[in-house]
């Protein structure tokens, strides 16, 4: 969820639930396929700020990753 606070600068909140997916394995245990094809839970937010026309900054913080990136508004 998007709170922009201008057009320069906006907060985010996220949350939801990953699964990942083993599609094949090479030389692994059918514990470790299953170990891999986990579901977690995924919650946090970030920071968006404008470096240009149509690009914005994005700083995530969540207990699923932490990032630092560029987006293109639309």
């Known amino acids: 969820y998007n ?3 201008g057009e320069n600068f906006g907060v985010f909140l996220y949350g939801g639930v990953l699964k990942n ?15 891999l094809s986990s579901s ?3 919650a946090g ?10 690009w914005d900054a994005r700083v995530d913080l969540g ?8 987006v293109l508004r639309f």
């Open 45 to 54: 937010g970030g920071i968006l700020f404008r470096v240009g026309p149509n």
């Open 21 to 35: 997916w083993v599609m094949s394995s090479s030389a692994s245990t059918e514990e470790n396929v299953d170990m």
């Open 63 to 70: 207990i699923d990753t932490v990032a630092l990136g560029l």
């Open 3 to 5: 709170i922009m606070f």
């Open 40 to 42: 977690f839970s995924a």
